[in-house]
């Protein structure tokens, strides 16, 4: 048996430029880190050779991966061509929430896959195949950072070029700062879900011909930029307003990013304590990440959005993994 793990993301400025419809023309950056929150999948060999076996939230068997039912179990087993094998998926929080869940998915089952077939495959090579099976080959409309953020783990600035290659740079700060970082984020779940897709064929669409919304990605991208400096000379505090300035503008790049109760959960937040924050993924629900300096804030914050499940918000180091080989 082996078992792989990926951790989710928390973006927190750039999303949206790892469109190709954007950096394949613009170029595109976005800073984020993995959280302790993953995706585990663990393979064994079937007692059957002729059969595959999937336990996810449902249960299939086929002999042959064209009847898969599952997308990316799909096209990763007709990848692969792997077969008399069992292959069981659990994660620490459900799908849709936008933490990236998909794409730590798709990068854990690649890992699995290579492993078991005692084949070499680097960090980056994960990534990169994660994202041609994802936008390529199933033609979901998203963008690169999810994969590498999967793949990679840590604080990380992505750097996105127009010839397709990812610039991966760690965000070096002092340990004070990374804990600072870690006590003053907080995270609440709206108890809503979504499908990020609808919201971002609207987005991608607008990215090819909207120039205010372009322009307003663009910014986007400076502003990423900005914050990397700010965090690299500890500057943690500079978190904060960045959160604010970047839900502002992306919010305005799609309808159904936002909604009344995200919006009225949001103020709440701001009138006590809260500096800044946003929706974490595509939009329309998931969880509600806010920068808190202040321990007293922090009280308060909780207080405040006390009906809704608060998620401890715990820095990730590892990016993807087998966590056991027997």
């Known amino acids: 048996?082996?078992?792989?793990?990926?951790?989710?993301?928390?973006?927190?400025?750039?999303?949206?430029?790892?469109i190709p419809s954007f950096y394949e023309k613009y170029g595109g950056c976005v800073l984020s880190t993995s959280i302790r929150k993953y995706v585990y999948l663990a393979i064994n060999k079937a007692f059957n050779a002729n059969t595959i076996t999937l336990k996810y939230s449902q249960t299939e068997v086929v002999t042959d991966p064209c009847d898969i039912q599952h997308r990316v179990f799909k096209q990763v087993f007709s990848d692969f061509g792997t077969k008399g094998v069992e292959v069981t998926s659990m994660a620490d929080i459900p799908a849709g929430t936008g933490l990236g869940s998909s794409s730590s998915f798709t990068v854990a089952l690649l890992k699995l896959l290579y492993t078991y077939n005692e084949k070499a495959a680097s960090t980056y090579k994960i990534a990169k195949e994660a994202c041609e099976v994802e936008i390529n080959k199933l033609g979901n409309p998203i963008g690169k950072q999810d994969q590498f953020a999967a793949a990679y783990g840590g604080l990380r600035f992505y750097e996105f070029f127009p010839d397709g290659f990812v610039k991966v740079e760690p965000v070096i700060m002092?340990?004070?700062?990374?804990?600072?970082?870690?006590n003053n984020l907080l995270m609440f779940y709206t108890g809503l879900t979504h499908n990020a897709n609808t919201i971002l064929k609207e987005e991608t669409k607008s990215l090819k011909s909207n120039r205010d919304k372009i322009e307003a990605t663009k910014k986007l991208c400076d502003m990423t930029r900005e914050l990397k400096y700010s965090l690299e000379q500890n500057n943690v505090d500079a978190l904060g307003e960045t959160l604010?300035?970047?839900w502002e503008i992306k919010r305005s790049l799609a309808t159904g990013i936002s909604n009344p109760l995200i919006d009225n959960l949001y103020q709440k937040a701001l009138e006590n304590g809260a500096v800044g924050g946003k929706l974490l993924g595509a939009g329309g629900g998931g969880f509600l990440l806010f920068y808190v300096p202040t321990e007293e804030g922090r009280r308060n914050v909780r207080k405040a959005?006390?009906?809704?499940?608060?998620?401890?918000?715990?820095?990730?180091?590892?990016?993807?993994?087998?966590?056991f080989m027997d």
């Not at 048996?1 to 750039?14: D, E, L, T």
């Not at 002092?174 to 970082?181: G, T």
């Not at 499940?309 to 820095?315: A, I, K, T």
């Open 1 to 18: 048996m082996i078992i792989s793990r990926a951790p989710f993301r928390v973006s927190f400025c750039g999303g949206g430029s790892d």
């Open 174 to 182: 002092k340990h004070e700062s990374y804990k600072k970082m870690q």
């Open 244 to 246: 604010k300035r970047s």
């Open 305 to 323: 959005l006390s009906s809704y499940q608060e998620m401890p918000f715990e820095l990730d180091q590892s990016g993807v993994s087998i966590i």
